[in-house]
């Protein structure tokens, strides 16, 4: 019953797209998939990651990072999840139905709430918790440091329907992505306000509603303890806890060989990975990811200003050598991707690279001398007596990072483009350089998925008006600095599309013009490596698919 209202409704709004999706991207999880009955009761999992973050709320700016969710996806409620044959549904723990309707112009989510399900200190969920999330992530409140607002900046109202456990989400215009919302859900009393926004989850998890609870965390030791709920209404973990361990990557990788960690994400690096490989009762499991390696151009640059410059990068880039050199020692092969939101593996992936995608240094050498830059005898292009110098920034220390700027660098010298490589301090790259725009280029990687406009619309979006006569725009997360309103237009067509189609055919045109503007170059998909113990089942790479912390388990013996 819960999949059909929600396929029903999901017709009218491309719902349909994302169970395609979603359908295709499960065969490729790697996770040693077993039934609960195939599994022992108990056990401790030694989970490594590789960072201990201060702010655990996974929707705060400061928490928007992968370690943030690996934990707390454990802990907090998310309100949909996959079908098991594709497709998003309302999960059964947090939702017994759904139902979406066009209402005129705009569009009204009619949400079941489980009347069982409750907060840790025994608050139930309520349409409040809801309401509270909606307003603190709409964008418009002050105070609260959000880390995206696409979807919640629709959101008119959120009321009380029947009873409190009915919450009702009027939309001023219809949002196709309607179930990327609310995950994870906020407990109102974290959510109502900007500091208990800000602090609640700061070095602290106060409030959960998930199959484990939070048991403390030790800043001196790196630590985070998780322990099975007693007072979970779902299916009970299988597991008695997870205990996540911060260690950089060489000490992670030492510990899984030693029988410390029982698993850990595994960094796209050869010799991690052949270290990794060669544990006894250990294995690395792979899959295809929701993610990818591109080089950001920085539009705010004197010299990559002209679309003309920009354009000359991209053809003397050879990204399938950079791919090659990326993955070679991890068994996987990729082709440069095409696309800056659909990923490939799911339906609706396009090749709009065009023109762009394929390495051309005459073509490349034309555009840069209709853009005024004038080869010389040797040495680097250049226009009104200034070289075409770029800066390159690197994460110091991280050496596949250095290596593949190096690549760029002997490539982009060939059209008479010099490059001077500069590491920053990790920490710093994005606060100190990137997203304040002083760079020329840098290379990073962005998060995809079954929701693609949502994910990433801020990052290709038209910038905010800064101060009222300041002149300075608010590019927010689009550090390319690179837009247009038919960017703009088409992204939002995707996001109110009514089918499955017009969608696609939106996102595959913003992207389009993505590559006329010049606006960053994807390099890859990267995929999935997780180093993790040969008898642990549920476990791995799952792809696009989040993973069932309550079905995490040791296999039975025997």
Known sequence: MLSAVLLAASACTGGTQNEQRTAASAEAADINAADRDELADGGTLEWGINEFPAQWNPHHADGNLATVHTVMDALLPAPFEPGPDGGARPDPDYLLGADVRRDGGGQVLTLELNPEAHWSDGTPITWKDYRATAEA??????????????????????????????????????????????????????????????????????????????????????????????????????????????????????????????????????????RASSADGGEVRTALGPDYRHITLNGESPALSDVRVRHALFLGIDREAITDAALEGVDWSAEPLGNHFLLEGLPGYTDNSGEWGERDTGRAAELLDEAGWKAGDGGARTKDGEPLTLRYLVPRGHAPAQSEAE??????????????????????????????????????????????????????????????????????????????????????????APDAETATAAVNEADRLLWEAGHTLPLYQRPQLMAVRTDLANIGAPGFRPLDYADIGYLKKG
């Open 137 to 274: 992530l709409a964008g418009g409140a002050d105070g609260y440091k959000v880390r995206g607002e696409v979807g919640y900046d629709r959101i008119a109202s959120v009321e009380r329907g029947a009873d409190r456990f009915e919450a009702v989400v009027s939309f001023d215009e219809p949002f196709s992505e309607y179930p990327s919302l609310f995950d994870p859900l906020l407990p109102a009393r974290y959510a109502g306000d900007p500091e208990s926004f800000d602090s609640g989850y700061l070095e602290d998890v106060p409030l959960t509603a998930g199959p484990f609870a939070f048991a403390g965390m030790d800043p001196k030791r790196q630590t985070v303890t998780l322990e099975r709920s007693d007072d979970w209404w779902g299916d009970p973990a299988k597991l008695d806890g997870i205990v996540f361990r911060a260690m950089d990557g060489e000490a992670l990788t030492t510990s899984f060989l030693e029988g410390g960690v029982d698993a850990f994400g595994l960094p796209i690096d050869a010799a991690a990975f052949e």
């Open 407 to 496: 690549m760029v660098q002997a490539m982009l010298e060939e059209i008479g483009v010099a490059v001077e490589i500069e590491p920053v301090g990790g920490d710093e790259l994005f606060s100190r350089y990137v997203l304040p725009g002083d760079y020329d280029l840098v290379s990073f990687v962005n998060t995809g998925g079954d929701f693609p406009v949502s994910a990433s619309l801020p990052q290709w979006a038209s910038p905010a008006g800064g101060a009222e006569g300041s002149g300075d725009p608010d590019w927010r997360s689009n550090v390319g600095r690179i837009s247009s309103p038919e960017i703009d237009a088409a992204m939002e067509e995707a996001l109110a």
